[in-house]
């Protein structure tokens, strides 16, 4: 399957998509907003979101293997609204980042907490 992103300062994407039969990775969970219901239906009202197959969650500041608990959980809050935006658009493939920041954690403590948190979290 070949997706392409569909950013908001490329307007030409989704005409493309269209004309050449391409799945759209939907990129307006990147900003951790909480989604409304109203964005959801707008978002489900445009004509190409008939092509979505995938989206692109929320990364901005957000470090899942986080040694401070109040940063994991953030992230863990911001995934979780992401995860059910995705439900109600009916996209069945999320995008998620580790939040790996090279040199900046000890390689063990990042991947122990990184581990904890993806299982702990079940996301």
Same mark, same amino acid.
């Given at each position: 399957?070949?997706?392409?992103?569909?950013? =908001?300062? %490329?307007?030409?994407? &989704?005409? %493309?998509?269209?004309?050449? +039969? %391409?799945?759209?990775?939907?990129? +307006?969970?990147?900003?951790?907003?909480?989604?409304?219901?109203?964005?959801?239906?707008?978002?489900?009202?445009? @004509?190409?979101?008939? %092509?979505?197959?995938?989206?692109? +969650? &929320?990364?901005?500041?957000?470090?899942?293997?986080?040694?401070?608990?109040?940063?994991?959980?953030?992230? @863990?809050?911001?995934?979780?609204?992401?995860?059910?935006?995705?439900?109600?658009? +009916?996209?069945? =493939?999320?995008?998620?980042?580790?939040?790996?920041? &090279?040199?900046?954690?000890?390689?063990?403590?990042?991947?122990?907490?990184?581990?904890?948190?993806?299982?702990?979290?079940?996301?």
């Amino acid at each position: 399957m070949i997706s392409i992103s569909s950013f =908001k300062a %490329l307007p030409e994407i &989704p005409n %493309l998509a269209m004309k050449h +039969g %391409l799945n759209l990775e939907f990129t +307006g969970l990147i900003d951790p907003i909480i989604y409304s219901e109203d964005f959801i239906a707008q978002t489900m009202e445009l @004509k190409h979101s008939c %092509l979505f197959t995938s989206a692109h +969650g &929320p990364f901005y500041d957000l470090i899942p293997g986080s040694s401070d608990q109040e940063v994991s959980n953030l992230a @863990k809050t911001k995934f979780l609204r992401a995860i059910q935006a995705c439900k109600k658009m +009916g996209i069945k =493939k999320l995008v998620l980042h580790s939040g790996w920041i &090279p040199d900046f954690y000890e390689d063990n403590v990042w991947i122990k907490n990184s581990i904890v948190f993806w299982k702990k979290n079940h996301i």
